[in-house]
Structures are given as structure tokens and as C-alpha cells.
């Protein structure tokens, strides 16, 4: 498990969604570890009781509720330096059996809520400095399969391509735009697979084991460091070697 704080974030402010999840959790310990305030956003009620969260209600597909955050935001801290956007849903089964309001709820949930948030978050954020990380995942590369289906591999992959766009529409600013892309990570998200579907999906990662939500928020706080100062519009990939970058 990964402890050591990679930023001393002190006196600075992430914005995090998905912070009831796996991975959102993390993010927000280890932020909290490195010093930082952190707005902490979910739908269900967010775990942190430390005076340096703020705990927020949001469901980002909602403009208004997105809108609302950032006001609530700037109010108590003026400012973002750090945007987390952690928040994400899978979907299931194949193309011919999807339903097109279940394919709208994950393309919002996954890519709409991105649009939302950079867009709502940009006049908190824009200073040099500033960084953005966004979630993707391995299906986003290799087109992933039935078990979280097509609009979840679809809106993964697009969310790539915002990073690159924002990453070059923001870089005149000084913000940073990079995403993340686990593979298997063990997270809440992954309860719904049977055994056998889990042995499947451990046989085929190279290094045998599903990465750790620690682990990716460690990827998540390298990227928002200064040690990522000369990286922006990255992917970086968190695949236990599922995926193999061209
Ligand atoms: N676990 C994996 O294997 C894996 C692999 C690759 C990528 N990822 C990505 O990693 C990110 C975090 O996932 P996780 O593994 O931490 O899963 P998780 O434990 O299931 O957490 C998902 C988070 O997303 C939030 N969320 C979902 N829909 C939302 C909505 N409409 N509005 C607001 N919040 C919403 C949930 O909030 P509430 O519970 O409060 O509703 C929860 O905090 C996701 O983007 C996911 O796609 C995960």
C-alpha cells in the first residue's frame, strides 16, 4: 500500500468527485495526508469528518447541481487547485440488448459529467498550476467487452480525447489536464462479478493482480504534483499490463 504523501498539497483545494467510491476514497485520504483542503462530492452520504472537508451532495449529470457545487466551492475556498473527477458508472451486456436510456445514463455519467465539471470548474482553475485528472479506463483502449458493455467502453475512450483537448485549450493558462486508465481495480465496482469472472479477468493481466484504489491515487497525485509539471494531456496507464500503449 502506498502512504507516502507524493505532493505537499498544504493550503491548496481539490475538488473531487466519486469520493464515496473506491478510488475517490483514496484520493481524498491521500490529499488529506498531503495537506490539502478537499471539497468531497458524491450522491450518498461522503465518510470524511475532518475540518478540512467540505462534504457535498452531487449527482454530475446534473448542470444545475454542478453549478451549485462550484458556487459552494468558490464561497468557502475562492478556489480549485485541483480537480479530481472520479465519479463513474459500468454498464452491462452486449450492443443488440442495450437500451437507449441505459446507454444515455452511462455516456452521461461518464462523459457528459466530465464536460460538466471542466466546465463549471474552469474559472476556479484557472491559474498556473492548476490540475486536472480525469478517470478513464483499459476498456477506453482495448474496447473492453459484455461485462461492463459498450457505452462504457465508448465513453472511456472519448474521455481520452477531452483530456487531449482541454490539456491544449488550457495549457496558455498554466492547467494541467492528464487522465487515468486502471484496469481491474479492487473497488465496490467490481462486486457485481461472479468468481469465475474475476479468476478470468486476473488470468489475463500480465502481473496476475488487479491494481489497488491506492494505487491509483497515488498515479492521480504524481500527475496533480510538480513533478508533473511538463506533463499534460497524458493517459496513464494503471492496467496491471492488460494494456500495451503504442
Ligand atoms: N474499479 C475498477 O475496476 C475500475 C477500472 C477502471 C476504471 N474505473 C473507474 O474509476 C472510477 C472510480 O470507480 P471506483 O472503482 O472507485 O468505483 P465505485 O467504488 O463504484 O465508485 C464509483 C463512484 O462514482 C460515483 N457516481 C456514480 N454515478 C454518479 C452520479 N451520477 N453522480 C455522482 N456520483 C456518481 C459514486 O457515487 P455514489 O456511490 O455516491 O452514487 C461513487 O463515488 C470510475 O470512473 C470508474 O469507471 C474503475
Not at 461472479?194 to 486476473?202: A, F, P
Request: with cysteine.
Amino acid at each position: 500500500m502506498v502512504t507516502t504523501p507524493l505532493i505537499d498539497a498544504t493550503g491548496r483545494v481539490a475538488f473531487v468527485t466519486g469520493a464515496t467510491g473506491g478510488i475517490g476514497q483514496a484520493c481524498v485520504k491521500m490529499l488529506l495526508d498531503a495537506g490539502a483542503h478537499v471539497v468531497a462530492t458524491g450522491r450518498r452520504s461522503v465518510p470524511f469528518d475532518d475540518p478540512r472537508v467540505l462534504k457535498l451532495a452531487l449527482e454530475v449529470t446534473d448542470e444545475a447541481q454542478v453549478a451549485d457545487a462550484m458556487a459552494q466551492t468558490k464561497a468557502k475556498f475562492g478556489a480549485i487547485d485541483f480537480l479530481i473527477h472520479m465519479a463513474g458508472m459500468v454498464g452491462k451486456g452486449r450492443l443488440d440488448q442495450l437500451d437507449l436510456k441505459d446507454w444515455h445514463t452511462v455516456v452521461d455519467t461518464n462523459l457528459t459529467s466530465a464536460f460538466l465539471v471542466l466546465k463549471h470548474a474552469y474559472p476556479l482553475l484557472r491559474k498556473p498550476g492548476a490540475s486536472v485528472v480525469l478517470c478513464g479506463s483499459s476498456n477506453g483502449a482495448n474496447g473492453g467487452s459484455y461485462l461492463s458493455g459498450p457505452a462504457y467502453a465508448s465513453s472511456k475512450s472519448a474521455l481520452v480525447n477531452l483530456t487531449r483537448y482541454c490539456a491544449k485549450e488550457w495549457a496558455p493558462d498554466g492547467v494541467r489536464v492528464n487522465i487515468i486508465s486502471p484496469g481491474p481495480v479492487d473497488t465496490p465496482m467490481l462486486d457485481r462479478l461472479s468468481n469465475d469472472q474475476h479468476e478470468g479477468l486476473k488470468s489475463a493481466l500480465p502481473l496476475g493482480r488487479y491494481a489497488t484504489a491506492e494505487e491509483c491515487a497515488a498515479g492521480t497525485l504524481f500527475l496533480c504534483s510538480a513533478h508533473a509539471a511538463s506533463m499534460t494531456g497524458t493517459n496513464m496507464n494503471v492496467s496491471s499490463g492488460l494494456v500495451h500503449d503504442r
